[in-house]
């Protein structure tokens, strides 16, 4: 099978959007290694920041999650939030890309969140020793970066604007349903 991204294919949002939503198995046979290793952070930050806008675009929580291989750049698991759609409390952008990656060692991989985590997730990208995080939001929200740095996690942040200005519309339109993501049930009935 020949694949449909090369060394050759430019890199577009219509491509890393085709890269977003493609089955993470699939992309073996789908992209080139060298397509892989042409992808920059801010593109692997888009792919997220694609994945949360899948997710708003369902009536979800717009949070997406990408694992890269350190070692070859490849795209091992990816997700968005699915609080929502699921009807999980527990399916945040990042538990999503790492359910979705398996059984893998996650110190050989960086994390990109286009959010920063909340304390679950921090607290699993801590347990799973994920060497670094990149994140793409810390102007709406933020708060586990110095928890993450304790714990001897590199923490860039990389904010992307597209990924900034739709949580930002989310969290205007949506309070409640942000204030459940964050803090559950309870904290919206106080």
Known sequence: ????FTKDTGI???ALNVLA???TPS???TVEDAFF??????DVMR???LLARKSYDEGGCPIGGVILDNATRRIVGKGHNTLVQDNDPYNHGETSAVRDAGRIDFSKTTIFTTLSPCDICATLIYMRQFPRVVVGDVTNASGNEDFLRAKGIAVDILEDPMGVALYAAYRKEKPELDLEDWKG???CRR
């Open 47 to 49: 792919v997220a920041v």
């Open 185 to 187: 049930l309870a904290a």
């Open 27 to 29: 992309l073996a046979s």
């Open 21 to 23: 939503r493609l089955p």
């Open 12 to 14: 577009s949002d219509a």
């Open 1 to 4: 099978m020949v694949p449909f």
């Open 37 to 42: 290793a042409k992808l920059t952070d801010r």
